[in-house]
């Protein structure tokens, strides 16, 4: 295998929004952005959201392995972790510009500066939150998450949370704790928050 991977790739066109979008949300063209450590229903949640909103649901890491032809994981290992972030940091580039949809970010995209302002000036963010314990009990089992292969997984987590949280925090226009609620009702609840922050801002 190459041990170098193709850097240019479209993010695609946006669909085109359906008639009766606009009732979604006040402004149903801007983007979602969601944010969070592994593990708190980015992906879930945002399809989910973007099914009950009628927009387009991107994965940002789907994203990548799309672009690059293989998973994450390898390309942390032929890249490293620097490597990864390069990538991680053009494609939310372009992806952030497109509208109507709902886009969930890998838990590290708001380490870089450059993504935290692409992320509080291009659309709305929702920080979903989860405590250390729960984060942990969602991903014990997934073993496709680079970062986790530590002979301490439980506390490599509690790590990362302790250092992204406050980053989490400071890009966030919303917060929402998805702590055990079932999927469709946390859906709920993050509507009508999403409703009340587009009407009041």
Known sequence: MNDSLPLSASCGE????????????????????????????????GRHLARALNKEFVDLDHELEARCGVRVSLIFDIEGEAGFRK???????????????????????????????????????VYLRASAAE??????????RPLLQTADPERRIRELL?????????????????GSMPVGQAVQALISMLQQHETLS
């Open 14 to 45: 946006p669909r085109q929004a359906a008639e009766n979008e606009a009732s979604a949300t006040p402004r149903a063209d801007r983007p979602l952005f969601l944010v969070g450590m592994m593990g708190a229903g980015k992906t879930t949640i």
């Open 87 to 125: 990538r991680e940091t053009a494609a939310l580039d372009e992806c952030s510009q497109r509208s109507g949809i709902v886009l969930a970010t890998g838990g590290g995209a708001v380490l870089a500066e450059e993504n935290r302002r692409y992320l509080r000036e291009r659309g709305v963010v």
């Open 135 to 144: 984060l942990y009990r969602r991903v014990a089992r997934d073993r496709s």
């Open 162 to 178: 302790a250092q992204r949280e406050p980053l989490y925090e400071s890009v966030a226009h919303l917060t929402f704790e998805t």
